[in-house]
């Protein structure tokens, strides 16, 4: 079946301005995160959904980050006024249940640039 | 809080090479342990996992055995190829993570003929 799907594959954008990336999971999967990867680095998580409501968004770094997963499906990742320190690969995973034990299924992530 | 510790590379390997990635955790209560493995190119990849302690995970030849008396998961694989060449994530979930992942920083492995 079709994993999960993340796009744009690639972003360029300059300072300032604002990106939406967005995420499609597995199908039938309740539970859904953000993580981000700076090179050389392990994934650090941003937030994660169950559902349609944001459980824990204790990893956003601060209030440029937004997330939604309105639907319960599709969630898009919203950065405001990006920074150049913004620039990074942004994963998104799914899991069919939420819990600790449950495998976490990556998509191919969105790498952004900001200039 | 909840981390991961991974042992840094990069490691290079000929053919047939015994593999050994060391990974320990420091967590409250008992985590789920997973390597995750990410190819070139390509995204994460969930290689074993084990959600108990003294369970083993197993696969393509990798094992990892869940240690709580050493707090430590260490990936081995008794004989590598070339194909396994990737970067390797050892990662923990618990239950107080409230089910995110922490990840270790990855270690780059190349396996030469």
């Known amino acids: 079946g079709a994993g999960v799907s993340q796009t744009p594959s690639n972003k360029v954008t300059e300072k300032g301005k604002y990106v939406e990336l967005r995420c499609d999971p597995i199908s039938g999967h309740t539970a859904l995160y953000w993580y981000r990867q700076s090179l050389g680095q392990g994934p650090e998580f941003l937030i994660y959904?169950?559902?349609?409501?944001?459980?824990?968004d204790s990893g956003l770094p601060n209030d440029r980050f937004f997330a939604v997963r309105p639907e319960g499906s599709v969630s898009t990742l919203k950065i405001q006024r990006t920074e150049r320190g913004d620039s990074a690969v942004y994963l998104c995973?799914?899991?069919?249940?939420?819990?600790?034990?449950?495998?976490?299924?990556f998509g191919p992530g969105t790498r952004l640039l900001v200039l | 809080g909840d981390s991961v510790t991974q042992m840094e590379g990069p490691v290079t390997l000929s053919e047939e090479a015994f593999l050994t990635i060391n990974c320990t955790y420091t967590a409250t209560g008992y985590p789920s342990l997973f390597w995750y493995v990410q190819y070139p190119g390509e995204g994460l990849q969930l290689l074993l996992k084990?959600?108990?302690?003294?369970d083993k995970g197993s696969n393509k030849g990798f094992e990892a055995t869940y240690r709580k008396e050493t707090t430590s998961f260490h990936l081995e694989k008794g004989s590598v190829q070339v194909s396994d060449s990737a970067v390797y994530f050892c990662a923990l979930s618990g239950p107080n993570t409230g089910n995110q992942f922490y990840f270790g920083t990855g270690t780059s492995l190349t396996v030469i003929p």
């Open positions: 995973a799914s899991s069919l249940l939420p819990s600790a034990q449950e495998t976490q299924y």
């Open positions: 959904f169950q559902g349609t409501g944001a459980a824990d």
């Open positions: 084990a959600t108990k302690a003294d």
